[in-house]
């Protein structure tokens, strides 16, 4: 299986709820990664999207640190219409988050999830394997062979 990761990033004016997850996210830059699937059979390039995921910063004592979570694309699409739609005047309605409310669910949501990533991980036997990438424009692929072509169509075109 050949897969290929898209790596874009969106940002936020307003903070953010993403549904799924438990806790607001504060306003800033995200990056986006979406991995896709090459399909066999058609006579030209055809990618199914396989998963999206979106990179979280860590808290400001860990600096650096990152999770990552998956997310809905049309859930992702939703809260960038909402976020752009959204004017300073509706950011302090009371049906929007304010800054004290971030705050707030930042400390209830609060915890050492990397160390509980860790202990599932031992408790399950899980290893983590670093993987090659090959960067190609926007697009990232785990096949050399697949970067290659792509570059090639690309010098092809341009």
């Given amino acids: 299986m050949t897969v290929r990761t898209n790596v874009?990033?969106?940002t936020f004016a307003y903070a953010v709820v993403l549904r799924g997850l438990d806790e607001v996210l504060p306003a800033g830059t995200y990056r986006i990664e979406t991995d896709e699937e090459r399909v066999e059979g058609p006579s030209f390039p055809v990618?199914?999207?396989l998963r999206t995921v979106m990179q979280i910063p860590g808290a400001e004592d860990r600096p650096g640190?990152?999770?990552?979570?998956l997310i809905e694309p049309d859930d992702l699409d939703a809260a960038v219409a909402r976020d752009s739609a959204a004017?300073?005047?509706d950011a302090q309605s009371?049906?929007?988050v304010s800054a004290p409310a971030v705050a707030a669910s930042a400390a209830?949501?609060?915890?050492?999830?990397?160390?509980?990533?860790?202990?599932?991980?031992d408790a399950y036997g899980i290893t983590r394997v670093p993987t090659d990438y090959f960067h190609v424009g926007a697009y990232r692929?785990?096949?050399l062979k697949d970067a290659v072509a792509q570059?090639?169509?690309d010098v092809r075109r341009g």
């Fill in 8 to 10: 874009t990033a969106v």
């Fill in 47 to 49: 990618y199914r999207r």
């Fill in 65 to 69: 640190s990152t999770r990552s979570i």
């Fill in 87 to 89: 004017s300073p005047t």
């Fill in 94 to 96: 009371p049906d929007c």
């Fill in 108 to 121: 209830a949501g609060a915890g050492d999830r990397s160390e509980a990533d860790r202990s599932q991980m």
């Fill in 141 to 143: 692929y785990t096949s």
């Fill in 151 to 153: 570059a090639e169509r």
